[in-house]
């Protein structure tokens, strides 16, 4: 089975070509550049950048995969959730390329492909070593904690009230001045500083339910912040900062995490997304589930942040299993609830 998908939810325009689980092309054009000057993502720029780059992303992954757009047997595209202009963008390109080709065409929940991300392995998915587990989904948007009971069988567990983690590494960094994406820098100044410098809170941290909450310890970097300007003015007292932040809101997610595998009874561990590149967050999960002898697969780093090769893989698997495709006259669904 031959797929190609287009992804288009945020900032990053990504086309791929997906043969049999083994992704054949996987190219993506990212806007970092472009809405660093503004500190953030700003939709009106992002969807016009998806409309010049599309086109060349797309000639670039069938000149990688070395097949043409009539070999393929399907077409796949993130309906959601996502930025509502940059969403139709690439969805309604994938329905007008499906209608073309006269080919079967498949929705993507952008959560759903990040959920099943970690079973993608040197460019190609194995789906036979899946087993039951929990998935920690982490990006700049969302945060949920997601049990899986089967292949393409599970329900959400908990999430974000309000900030996710992703969101508050990149608004604590910005108080902090910290060039934009902040979340990769703080990052990288934190693995040069002492995480247990400064006190921060761990919300939610004791509470029974699986939901996070990381818009008070935003507030707390804030007050931290004014209360405390000099810290920042010297390399250490950035270093320390980062790094105590970072330790703050990595416990939450690593014991949250590591209970519910607990208490749902399961043995694999799975995380992705792209906080899930977090070199502290990768490093304390993976010792947490060698502690609780749990087994734990990671998405690669390529594949945690957006892409189309986990929305083609996804819609392979959901065409194997013949799930039903996604008529062309359906719209995108910006708030898309995992599920």
Aim: hydrophobic letters at 45%.
């Amino acid at each position: 089975m031959l797929i190609a998908a287009i992804e288009t939810s945020c900032d990053e325009t990504s086309v791929a070509v997906v043969r049999d689980g083994k992704i054949l092309a996987n190219a993506v054009s990212s806007q970092i550049k472009l809405h660093a000057q503004y500190g953030g993502v700003v939709p009106e720029l992002a969807t016009r950048e998806h409309l010049r780059n599309l086109l060349p992303a797309a000639r670039e992954a069938f000149s990688r995969a070395g097949v043409a757009p009539a070999d393929l047997d399907a077409v796949a595209a993130t309906q959601g959730p996502g930025l509502p202009p940059s969403l139709m963008i690439g969805f309604q390109a994938g329905q007008a390329f499906a209608y073309a080709l006269q080919r079967p065409f498949i929705g993507i929940n952008h959560h759903e492909a990040h959920l099943y991300s970690p079973w993608i392995a040197g460019g190609a998915a194995d789906f036979t070593a899946f087993e039951p587990n929990i998935s920690l989904i982490v990006s700049g948007g969302h945060t949920m904690l997601v049990h899986v009971a089967g292949e393409l069988s599970h329900r959400v567990l908990g999430a974000t009230l309000d900030d996710a983690a992703g969101e508050c590494f990149d608004k604590t960094a910005k108080l902090m001045g910290l060039p934009y994406p902040g979340g990769p820098e703080l990052d990288r100044l934190a693995q040069l500083g002492n995480p247990g410098a400064f006190a921060f809170p761990r919300p939610m941290l004791k509470d029974a339910h699986d939901d996070f909450s990381f818009s008070g310890l935003k507030t707390a970097v804030r007050y931290f912040l004014r209360d405390h300007p000099a810290v920042i003015q010297t390399e250490k007292g950035l270093r320390d900062l980062c790094a105590s932040v970072q330790a703050a809101i990595v416990e939450v997610l690593v014991q949250k995490t590591i209970r519910a595998a607990r208490r749902c009874d399961v043995n694999c561990v799975t995380a992705s997304g792209g906080v899930t590149c977090n070199s502290a967050l990768r490093r304390d999960l993976a010792a947490a589930c060698r502690e609780n002898h749990l087994t734990l697969r990671l998405a690669e780093k390529t594949l945690c942040t957006d892409n189309a090769a986990m929305i083609a893989i996804l819609a392979e698997r959901k065409l194997l299993i013949q799930s039903p495709v996604t008529p062309l006259t359906e719209e995108i669904r910006a708030s898309w609830p995992l599920g």
